[in-house]
T-cell receptor, first 116, second 112 residues
């Protein structure tokens, strides 16, 4: 199984451009998450989804939008990219059954995004 | 609000020396804690979780509710242990959903 797959792996944008990051999981997981990873900041949650058609804000949602039209896909959009959004973006998914508190999240390889 | 603190940004130890990566948490509920590891330019991988009480790659971690800590330990460090380590706390965010709050990470460097 591929697990969690993120596309693209690398991207360079100019300020003001828009783009969409795709996350796909083949584990039939209910929950999906988008994080950004910055030096010295650890991972911070941007948005998450508890199921198809539902999304919610995380810790740092400003400047991002998300959609979960299909259970296996979770899209992260930047409408007008800013240099402050230069980061490594990780997608994760998790099973949604009982014992949710201690179910681990499974991560993708990350997308390295640079905004010039 | 929940919080995870990893006080050391960088920890350097010699090969064969013991390792302890510190993690302290703040949470009003019953904590569920994890350690994730990220090798150079790779994805985050689950190393171990409190609920399993297991030892993975020689690492162990014990939850100490009195000290609100979940330190990661290994008796003899190996070069392949060099990586970034993140402590994470699972907390309830409503509607049956749980979120992970991560510490800022500790970079472990094992010196040959």
């Amino acid at each position: 199984n591929a697990g969690v797959t993120q596309t693209p792996k690398f991207r360079v944008l100019k300020t003001g451009q828009s783009m969409t990051l795709l996350c796909a999981q083949d584990m039939n997981h209910e929950y999906m998450y988008w994080y950004r990873q910055d030096p010295g900041m650890g991972l911070r949650l941007i948005h998450y989804s508890v199921g198809e058609g539902t999304t919610a804000k995380g810790e740092v949602p400003d400047g991002y939008n998300v959609s979960r039209l299909k259970k296996q896909n979770f899209l992260l959009g930047l409408e007008s990219a800013a240099p402050s959004q230069t980061s490594v973006y990780f997608c994760a998914s998790r099973w949604g059954g009982t014992g949710g508190a201690y179910q681990p999240q499974h991560f993708g390889d990350g997308t390295r995004l640079s905004i010039l | 609000a929940q919080r995870v603190t990893q006080p050391e940004k960088l920890l350097s130890v010699f090969k064969g020396a013991p390792v302890e990566l510190k993690c302290n948490y703040s949470y009003s509920g019953s904590p569920e804690l994890f350690w994730y590891v990220q090798y150079s330019r790779q994805r985050l991988q689950l190393l171990l979780r409190h609920i399993s009480r297991e030892s993975i790659k020689g690492f162990t971690a014990d939850l100490n509710k009195g000290e609100t800590s979940f330190h990661l330990k290994k008796p003899f460090a190996q070069e392949e242990d060099s990586a970034m380590y993140y402590c994470a706390l699972s907390s309830y965010s409503g509607a049956g959903s749980y979120q992970l709050t991560f510490g800022k990470g500790t970079k472990l460097s094992v010196i040959p």
